[in-house]
């Protein structure tokens, strides 16, 4: 019960081996007691050597884009996940979608499943912001700038190399409002023109928001 009310104090937030270990210190084998631990739901392992609390443990939520963050990084969440985040689309999306300079990765978790799309380094630190959970962690996550830029990055096969299509794309394919589209700074856009990479349409991209300013 000791060890149950000191796993508690870790609330929502997921925790490592070492950690877990260091809390284990009186027990002679302390993997066997996680393993006790995992079978009896009080501990949930998201992948080897990274756990939350089981859910009835938990006061509030876990956070998914932190649980992205420390599953695999250097990493920041993008894309759907953080156009949806940001209120710019009108979906609910489920996946949990990242970018990294690591190799692309996918991972199916009981708490979901995350994806990370490689992206370039000279890309990788533009419009990444740090957003705050009420207990007090904190994630990374893609400016809604910068996650736009994303999905047009690494939307395969996206042509859109005019002011036109740029807008057709982003207001049919993708729903995003014109009233949140005037809202943002073309500047971090601008910054990923600068990297090189699908410049026509990140250009298309500019010329809209400027045109909405």
């Known amino acids: 019960m000791r060890l149950i009310k000191q796993l508690r104090a870790f609330g929502s937030i997921p925790f490592n081996h ?16 996680i393993a006790r631990l995992l079978a009896a739901g009080d501990l949930v392992q998201i992948k080897k050597g990274l756990y ?9 939520p876990v956070s998914l884009p932190l649980v992205a963050n420390l599953l695999y990084g250097p990493s920041y969440v993008s894309l759907d996940f953080a156009l949806s985040w940001h ?34 380094a000279a890309l990788y630190g533009i419009g990444v912001m740090m ?21 047009i990055l690494f939307t395969r096969n996206l042509d859109a190399g005019t002011a036109g299509a740029m807008r057709i794309f982003l207001e049919d ?6 009233d949140a589209l005037a809202e943002m700074n073309p500047e971090p856009v601008r910054q990923c023109l600068a990297a090189g990479h699908k410049t026509r349409q990140l250009e298309a991209l500019c010329k809209v928001l400027e045109s909405l300013q």
Do not use: M, W
């Not at 957003?131 to 999905?151: Q, R, V, Y």
């Not at 394919?173 to 014109?178: H, M």
């Open 18 to 33: 070492g950690v877990l270990l260091s809390l284990l210190g009186e027990y002679r084998r302390p993997n066997d007691k």
């Open 173 to 178: 394919d993708l729903r995003i409002d014109l």
């Open 52 to 60: 939350v609390l089981g859910i009835e443990h938990r006061s509030t």
């Open 131 to 151: 957003e705050g959970n009420p207990d007090g962690s904190c994630f990374l996550i893609a400016s809604p700038e910068k996650a736009l830029c994303d999905k």
């Open 87 to 120: 209120g710019l689309i009108p979906e609910g999306v489920y996946e949990v979608s990242s970018v990294t300079p690591r190799r692309a990765r996918q991972y199916s978790t009981p708490l979901g499943t995350f994806s990370y799309t490689h992206t370039f």
